[in-house]
């Protein structure tokens, strides 16, 4: 403590009292004098600064630390203290930009919208407790969009490139496989060239589709909801359905979901069949896609279902995740 440049101690009191320590201590010095003074118990520290680093720090402790300012009021000539914990415009008043104190600290590049929603809910049974938008960021490339991200220099061709160097330094690219393994298909090059460019442990691309790491239980559960709507006739379960469960296992890791529905599970309810149902995807549960992850989730739920149910796959996800976002907030 007689490093720090002004200091106060009351034992009797329990109350610690420190003014501007950034000013002579370096950004990871400023991060083990937080993580020290949280330790201790029954003790109250009221610490004054500048500095952005100290705002990013907080948000490690939400239950521990609080961010108060002081502002003259000028009709009265008074001063006022506000709790501002969870007010981003703290930036504004210290004249920073946010990107320098609230952007991720690092980015999780997903498909689509319901890749998203699948891996939170896979991050939340894993019961990963880094924070999301402050450790990592869920973002979205859009499928084939994926194009017109600047990952690699294999990509330094389209120069209308977003290059996503530029929004973070950490980066890892969830990927569809679609069960291709042609060296000369152009899915495929893309992904190896990210590869090359990210490391291998920059991009995860072990199932065919987010929709095959769902176990069987959840989609008999999905299914079962949709022909407990009036409006969702266009399907039907298969006579004795139960009897493919080994089979869907085995399938998941070689053909898409849509294609494994309608062999094992799910068959037309007329004698026309309706566009929907000719997909390979899970829109042939007559659905958009996002409406269906959403009673996959609620399953997921209602079922009880953990992690450790899940195929490998899914396991193997989480834990390239988990990997990924402690490296990159160095823990």
């Known amino acids: 403590i007689s490093t720090f440049p002004a ?3 009351q034992e009797e009191d329990l109350i610690l009292c420190i003014e501007e320590p950034e000013m002579t201590m370096h950004p990871s010095i400023q991060r083990i004098l ?3 003074l949280v330790k201790f118990p029954n003790l109250q520290v009221f610490l004054t600064t500048h500095s ?6 907080s948000y490690d402790y939400p239950d521990k630390i609080g961010i108060f300012s002081f502002e003259k009021n000028d009709e009265d000539d008074e001063f006022y203290i506000k709790n501002i914990t969870d007010n981003s415009t703290i930036i504004d008043l210290l004249g920073v930009r946010s990107s320098s104190v609230f952007l991720a600290n690092s980015v999780i590049w997903t498909e689509g919208v319901t890749d998203r929603m699948f891996i939170r809910k896979l991050l939340e049974l894993a019961e990963f407790n880094f924070k999301e938008d402050y450790h990592y960021a869920l973002s979205e490339y859009g499928g084939n969009n994926l194009d017109n991200f600047n990952y690699s220099d294999w990509l330094d061709r389209n120069k209308n490139a977003l290059k996503v160097t530029s929004i973070s330094k950490r980066n890892l690219v969830i990927i569809d496989n679609d069960n291709i393994t042609d060296t000369w298909d152009s899915k495929y090059i893309r992904r190896e060239n990210i590869k090359n460019y990210l490391g291998k442990e920059g991009v995860f691309d072990e199932y065919i589709e987010i929709e095959n790491l769902i176990p069987w239980i959840v989609w008999v559960n999905v299914i079962n909801k949709l022909l407990s709507l009036k409006s969702k006739k266009n399907i039907k379960f298969k006579n004795n359905y ?3 469960l080994s089979q869907f296992d085995q399938r998941l890791k070689t053909e898409k979901i849509g294609v494994i529905l309608k062999d094992l599970l799910i068959e037309s ?3 026309k069949e309706p566009d929907y149902f000719s997909s390979d995807n899970i829109q042939c549960l007559w659905e958009d896609k996002k409406y269906v992850m959403q009673l996959v989730i609620e399953s997921i739920d209602e079922l009880k279902i953990k992690l450790t149910d899940f195929p490998i796959e899914a396991q193997h996800l989480i834990e390239a995740i988990m990997i990924f976002v402690k490296k990159a907030n160095n823990r």
């Open 34 to 36: 937080i993580d020290t």
């Open 52 to 57: 952005n680093h100290f705002l990013d720090l």
């Open 269 to 271: 309810a007329s004698t």
């Open 7 to 9: 200091f106060s101690y």
């Open 242 to 244: 139960w009897d493919n």
